[in-house]
Structures are given as structure tokens and as C-alpha cells.
């Protein structure tokens, strides 16, 4: 996996940087100060995923993330961020981000999440999650969602198939595109062709906006 690391304070770029050159499979490839930086990178060096952080000089994080975003859908976007900065990450996520890891993560969640938005995938964090969700409804202070109540999508059947609604709650439970496989009993392409059907269906551009919009249901 090729990495760009994208935060304004050095001693954070050169933490992320020793942590991930400890693993073979990924590769730093460049590092940027902020988004104008990162996205002249991005005309010579395109990698796989970025870490991006959140609070940057010239081009913020969010700014940056939706124009990498539209310009290299391919690309995968983690936000860094610490664990007061709900609505940043919702932004993020809301303009495209893959997913996001707290600063202060462990070396080992850290590698774990890289390898789960490289794979299509987006491990979301129960306490941060509530914390999104609290923040898209602050106004209303709804009950806690319930996600092994299969009743919590049935108004999506217009839009889904059963199949597509089993893997959408699988989905919602955090569950990898491996996970969800060997629950329904299909192949692992198979249930990416239904995560791509389904985000299609409900015009979302990724995992992320897709788990949020599930649990907004």
C-alpha cells in the first residue's frame, strides 16, 4: 500500500512515518504540510491511501479531502483526528472520506484501519460513532439505534433487494466485506458488487457516507 501523510506539525508526520515504515506492506511514498501541498504530490504520485489531517494551514483537511475525492475516486481518504472534533469528522465523511483514526490510536488499530479502507472497508470506533450520530440529530435527541433489529431498514425495500438489505445490515454493524461473506455464505467480490449496488442505489460516494446514512435510518 502507497501512503501519503498529509498534517501541518512535523512531529506527528515523523510519529505516523516510523510507525508505518515498521510494516512492509505500505509504503510512504510522500508527505505534505497541507492540502495545495498534497495535491501538487498528487499530479506526480498518486498512492492508495492518505492520512489526512483535519486542521491545516493553506487548504484544510475537508477542503482537500473533497477535491481528492472528485478528482481521484480511487484514492482512499482516512481523517486523522482526536476525539473532541465530531463535526470534522462528519465533514469529512460527509465529503467523501473513508474513514478516520484518533491520534492518540495505537500503532496497531492505526494499521488495522489503513488496511480497511485499502480493502473497501471502514472500521468505525461504537464512541465515536454515537457521538456522530448525537451530532447529526442534536436538535432532536433520538433514541439509541438498535442495529441488530433488521426493522431498522425495512424502508429501504423500495430502493434494495432482501440481499442487498441482509448486506446493508451487515454493513451497519461494522462488518468487513470478509465478515459479511462468510455470514451470507458469499464470496468476498460478490459482496462488493452488492456494496457498490447498493451505494449507487442511494447515490453515496462511499462506505462511510453509507453508514451514516444507515444509521440515520
Not at 473533497?66 to 478528482?71: A, G, L, S, Y
Not at 433520538?142 to 442487498?164: M, Q, W
Request: no cysteine.
Amino acid at each position: 500500500m502507497r501512503v501519503v501523510i498529509v498534517d501541518d506539525q512535523g512531529i506527528v508526520r515523523d510519529g505516523l512515518n516510523m510507525i508505518l515504515s515498521l510494516h512492509e506492506e505500505i509504503e510512504v511514498i510522500a508527505e505534505a504540510y497541507h492540502g495545495e501541498e498534497l495535491l501538487a504530490i498528487l499530479q506526480e504520485k498518486v498512492p492508495d491511501v492518505i492520512l489526512m489531517d483535519i486542521r491545516m494551514p493553506v487548504m484544510n483537511g475537508i477542503d482537500a479531502t473533497k477535491i481528492v475525492k472528485q478528482r481521484y475516486p480511487g484514492v482512499k481518504v482516512i481523517i486523522l483526528t482526536t476525539f473532541n472534533e465530531d463535526e470534522y469528522i462528519l465533514s469529512g465523511l460527509k465529503n467523501g472520506a473513508d474513514g478516520y483514526i484518533l491520534k492518540d490510536s495505537s500503532s496497531k488499530e492505526m494499521i488495522k484501519a489503513i488496511r480497511a479502507a485499502y480493502e473497501g472497508n471502514l472500521l468505525l470506533k461504537p464512541e465515536i460513532t454515537n457521538r456522530i450520530i448525537h451530532a447529526l440529530h442534536a436538535t432532536d435527541n433520538p433514541p439509541a439505534i438498535n442495529v441488530s433489529e433488521s426493522s431498522v431498514l425495512k424502508d429501504l425495500s423500495p430502493l434494495l433487494t432482501p440481499r442487498e438489505i441482509e448486506v446493508a445490515e451487515q454493513i451497519l454493524q461494522g462488518k468487513s466485506n470478509k465478515a459479511i461473506g462468510d455470514t451470507l455464505f458469499l464470496a468476498e467480490g460478490t459482496v462488493k458488487n452488492y456494496v457498490s449496488h447498493i451505494l449507487d442505489k442511494l447515490e453515496l460516494s462511499s462506505r462511510a457516507e453509507l453508514i451514516l446514512y444507515l444509521q440515520n435510518k
